[in-house]
Structures are given as C-alpha cells and as structure tokens.
C-alpha cells in the first residue's frame, strides 16, 4: 500500500504544510522587522515612503497573483506547485541577504510576491481533497495556526539580526526553507480525483477555453459572490488588527510600543489559535447532523467579532481593550478554520483553488485599503472610533451569510 493510502497520511498532509504555512507568514514578515538594522547598509531604508514602497510591491503582486495562482493550482499538481514555490521565495529570501541596494530588494520582494500567491490556494484545496469527511475543518484550522505562528515567529528575525546580522537572517532562513522544500518532494503527494487530460495541458485554445469555463462558472454562481463578500468583509478588521492593535494598546493603556506589541501580538495569536481548533471541532461535529453546522460555526465565530471590535475601539481599560482583543482572536479564528470548508459545499473540487485564489486576493486588497485608511484615521487621533465601525461590514456579511447561503450538499465534488 502506498504512503498516501495510509489512514495516518491525511494527518501527515497537515502538518507537512503546516510548516510551509509557518514559513509562508515568517519569511514575508521578517523584513519589516530588520528595518533599523539593514537601514547602515542601505540608506534608501532611512525614509518611510521607500520603506512603504517595499512592503506594497509585495502586497499588491501577491493579490493581482492570487487568482491565478488558484487557476495554476486546478490544473498542474499541487505537490510540484507547493514545493517550486517554498523552494522560490526561500531562495529569494537567501538572496536577499546579498543586497547591497534598495533597487535589488525591490525586485526580489516582487519576486516574492509571486512565489508565496501560489502557495495558499494549492494547498487549501489539497488538504480540502485528503479531508472530506467530518475532520475538514480541524484540518484546516491546524494548517492556519501555520500562518499564526510564522507571523509571530518573523519577529525573531530582528533578534538574529541584533545578535548577528540581518544578513545572517536571511541566509539561515532561506537556507531552512530551500531545504523544506525537497522534504516535500519526498513526502508530500497529490490526491486529485479528476485527471486533466494531457491534451488539455499542451494545446494552448483548449486550455484558455477551460480556464474561460472555470471563471464562468465562478462568476455566474450567486453563492460564490456572497462567499466573497462573506471573506472580504472580516479581512477589514482582520488587517486592522494585525497592523494596529500595537498602535491602539499602546494610545488607550498608556504604555510604550514595546510592551503594547508583545502584549496585541500574543493576545491575537493565542485567542485565534484557541478559535481555528475550537471552531474546527464545532464545525466537523456539527455538519454530521445538519448541513448548515460550518456556516453555523463561521457565523459565530463573525458574531464574536462585532462586540470584540466595539470593546477594543470604546475601552479605556486593560480588563475591555483585552478582552476585546481576546474575543475577537477567537471569533475570527472560527471564522478563518471554516473558510474554505463552506466554499467545499458549494464550489466543485475542480475550481476550489481558482474560487480561493479571489478570495484571497480580495481579502489582500481589503488589508490595503484598511490600512490606509487607519493609518490617516491614528493621525487624527480616531483610531478607536473608526476600528469600531468594522463591525458594519461584518454584520452585514453574517446577515448575508445566515440569510443566503443554504448548501444541499457536505462536500460538492463536481457540478
């Protein structure tokens, strides 16, 4: 019997990405950590707007990738993919140790943004394929604490950096990555029940025209669109916490930035991590007795975030920014375990990586704007009050959610 038979092996997928998942998150991350350190050897660093410059080239590319991203990742193999990309940004990430200009890291941040797109859709729709039972979502889950840990874990870069050079950062992590990469090669395999003919790989027309049918068949479907609004509308809050909560802890507690960032970074990290395995848990329970069970579990999830965002933008103590902090790791970590497990019962297994690869690209772009926005919003002194009012599109994306997306089956393996 094959590895990839083994009941264990589905299991094995998990956290074989999962530490793809935590390389993913750590190597975009580490840059914006090194900053003062890499500022004596590239004085471009000195000015926010270049500092700006680089960590937009890398948002904007990875989000106009993501779509096709998701459309590569239906019709080659999602092992090769997964591997070629890790293998890509790990070496881009090593190279960026040998820069000596701010043009160089500018084209490789580029670079980056490209290799780690393919990344998520792939590997969704692959732990999606080898979990289709009542373990989908806790699957899931387990894979994005990946993401969780790799952004907390980016933070260490600086620690290397301080300790030795920021160089050395990027080598010893580029060279763990690049070395990740043919573990996968050895252990990772694909699990596609429907084979693209070879002829649809190598004629160029027949090609086009299924990647015309995929998007049409996206685009056409209602419940694709309400999905995505459904995505898009929590990646607001989402963004806003991950970028400001340092800002807000520190403004409403008093406190200076290097305890206001531990104490927002651990207090979202570890409230989600409890969120994605409780809400993976719940959900895979709870769709064995009624197909609704993971939309009924995002929804909670959604609901937690409401009151969450209105204690973090009106509290003005540690007991309600906290707490606020706590409930809204939780809640968004239900939401973000059962994402593509709902997209699962109403997308075929043919174009779950496609429909992904706009969800993500969708949340990336609502992270932008987001950010932005607050960052005009703190300059004025409304951080609080605007964070609070992220709580509309989410309402509205729960309302939609509960009132249209009625699934009639667990699992849709095909139109």
Excluded at 253 to 260: E, F, H, T
Excluded at 321 to 350: E, S, T
Aim: proline letters at 3%.
């Amino acid at each position: 019997m094959s590895i990839s038979k083994k009941s264990w092996y589905p299991w094995l997928v998990v956290v074989l990405l999962w530490v793809v998942a935590l390389l993913n998150y750590m190597d975009r991350q580490m840059l914006s950590t090194m900053k003062v350190s890499m500022m004596a050897d590239i004085r471009e660093l000195e000015t926010a707007a270049n500092f700006g410059r680089l960590m937009a080239v890398f948002l904007w590319i990875y989000g106009l990738m993501s779509p096709a991203a998701g459309l590569i990742a239906d019709r080659i193999s999602r092992k090769w993919l997964i591997a070629g990309s890790l293998g890509v940004w790990s070496f881009v990430t090593l190279s960026m140790g040998y820069c000596n200009s701010f043009g160089q890291l500018y084209v490789l941040r580029a670079i980056m943004g490209v290799s780690e797109a393919l990344y998520i859709p792939a590997a969704l729709s692959l732990i999606a394929d080898y979990h289709r039972g009542n373990t989908r979502s806790l699957a899931v889950g387990i894979h994005m604490t990946g993401l969780y840990m790799g952004q907390a874990l980016g933070g260490f870069g600086a620690t290397v950096a301080h300790q030795w050079s920021w160089q050395t950062a990027f080598h010893s992590f580029g060279l763990v990555g690049v070395f990740y990469s043919l573990v996968l090669v050895l252990f990772l395999k694909e699990k596609r029940e429907r084979v693209v003919p070879a002829r649809q790989t190598t004629n160029l027309s027949t090609g086009l025209s299924s990647v015309g049918q995929s998007l049409g068949a996206l685009l056409g479907t209602i419940s694709f669109w309400v999905i995505l609004f459904y995505f898009a509308a929590p990646s607001f809050p989402g963004w806003a916490t991950k970028n400001w909560l340092p800002t807000l802890f520190s403004d409403t507690l008093g406190i200076n930035m290097s305890q206001a960032g531990p104490l927002a970074t651990i207090t979202i990290a570890a409230s989600s991590f409890l969120g994605v395995i409780s809400g993976g848990i719940l959900a895979d329970r709870w769709i064995s007795v009624n197909l609704r069970g993971r939309i009924f579990t995002g929804a909670i999830g959604l609901s937690l975030t409401i009151p969450a965002l209105l204690l973090l933008g009106f509290g003005n103590s540690l007991v309600t920014v906290l707490g606020g902090g706590i409930l809204f790791g939780i809640g968004f970590g239900m939401f973000d375990a059962n994402n593509m497990p709902i997209l699962c019962q109403f997308i075929p297994a043919n174009c779950r990586a496609t429909a992904y690869g706009f969800m993500n690209m969708t949340g990336v772009f609502a992270g932008a704007l987001i950010t932005q926005w607050l960052g005009k919003s703190t300059d004025a002194g409304n951080l609080g009050k605007d964070l609070s009012l992220l709580a509309i599109p989410v309402a509205l994306a729960l309302i939609l959610q509960l009132s249209l997306l009625k699934p009639n089956v667990a699992d849709k393996l095909a139109d």
